[in-house]
């Protein structure tokens, strides 16, 4: 066959003509407009989601990939908001939540808006001029969440967080390339809002997940590693519709290699663990392979539920037309 000059932009193009010509006029006819969130506004950078507990290590794990420590860190929650992370080649630039969603420029996050001002104010973008040996690319952008607390969602507005963090955690969920899943020892079941985004932000999203059990350095034996492995893997295991267990990665960040680590007899093998970290960066900066094949399989998922909506529709109407000819038929003959 003949190639092509720019795959990139021609895969851009035919997405675009397939949600302008197709999606959009259908949906606009649908009540609720049950597709136009699901629609991409390009260019969309490549993204990698990090989701955990609060004290999973996710905002660590994140400072080790930049090189740079930008990310508050600590056992108790430390960040309250969404931050998009991204490489920069001049300069650093911070833009606040109004800002971006405000700019022209970014008008693949302009759909955040809808979440209204309590969220704007709970998200922010940092372009970073990294250092040289940083393993962080170009061009891929990383998201750090909140950590999600052990309460219950009661409400729409996800627990008092004042915007619905559920639909949040979805809205980037959908968009990303991979999503990292971090749990630590200490909370290795999945409780109250972790479970809440599990079965309702995430679901149907299980083929984008890297789960990973952090901060495994702090177990003492392979009795008390086994009991949190089996807890997590448990866990998981009700609200992933998978009938095997789901691949998870132990490790422990970089940089925690204390004293202790040396002074203390350890019995599990830290330099497997080590290895295992390895595994997930290697993940991470594969996302901008995966990018265009998750764009194509999200394309190719909506209109799946498209043609789902017309075959239903379809049958529906014609059975409506089918019964109305009846009536008209048995009026005529009374």
């Not at 059990?213 to 009991?227: G, I, P, T, W, Y």
Request: charged share 25%; hydrophobic share 40%; net charge neutral.
């Amino acid at each position: 066959g003949e190639s092509v000059e720019d795959p990139q932009a021609e895969l851009t193009q035919v997405v675009s003509f397939l949600q302008d010509a197709v999606v959009r006029p259908i949906d606009a006819r649908l009540p609720g407009r049950p597709f136009e969130h699901d629609l991409l506004a390009f260019p969309f950078t490549p993204m990698v989601l990090v989701v955990g507990n609060h004290s999973a290590g996710k905002s660590t794990f994140i400072n080790d990939l930049l090189g740079l420590r930008m990310q508050e860190t600590g056992v108790a929650p430390t960040d309250d908001g969404f931050t998009v992370l991204q490489r920069s080649a001049k300069t650093d630039e911070i833009e606040d939540g109004p800002t971006l969603l405000s700019c022209p420029e970014n008008r693949p996050f302009k759909e955040l808006q809808r979440f209204g001002q309590p969220f704007w104010g709970h998200f922010r973008r940092k372009r970073l001029l990294l250092p040289k040996e940083t393993s962080m690319p170009y061009g891929l952008q990383v998201v750090d969440t909140p950590g999600m607390i052990d309460m219950p969602v009661k409400s729409e507005l996800a627990g008092g967080r004042g915007y619905n963090f559920i639909e949040v955690v979805r809205w980037f969920a959908k968009r990303a390339d991979l999503i990292l899943l971090l749990f630590d020892p200490d909370r290795p079941g999945t409780t109250g809002e972790s479970l809440d985004v599990l079965t309702r932000s995430l679901a149907g999203l299980d083929h984008k997940f890297v789960i990973v059990l952090n901060k495994v350095d702090q177990l003492d034996s392979s009795v008390d590693f086994a009991r949190a492995y089996g807890t997590l893997g448990w866990a998981l295991s009700k609200v992933i519709p998978r009938k095997d267990i789901p691949q998870i990665y132990t490790m422990y960040n970089a940089g925690v290699e204390t004293e202790s680590h040396t002074t203390r007899e350890h019995k599990l093998p830290l330099e497997a663990f080590r290895r295992k970290r390895k595994e997930v960066v290697a993940e991470v900066l594969r996302a901008k392979q995966r990018h265009w094949d998750n764009v194509i399989t999200s394309t190719e998922d909506t209109l799946r539920q498209l043609q789902m909506v017309a075959r239903v529709s379809g049958a529906v109407r014609a059975r409506v037309r089918r019964q109305f000819q009846e009536a008209l038929l048995w009026g005529g003959l009374g």
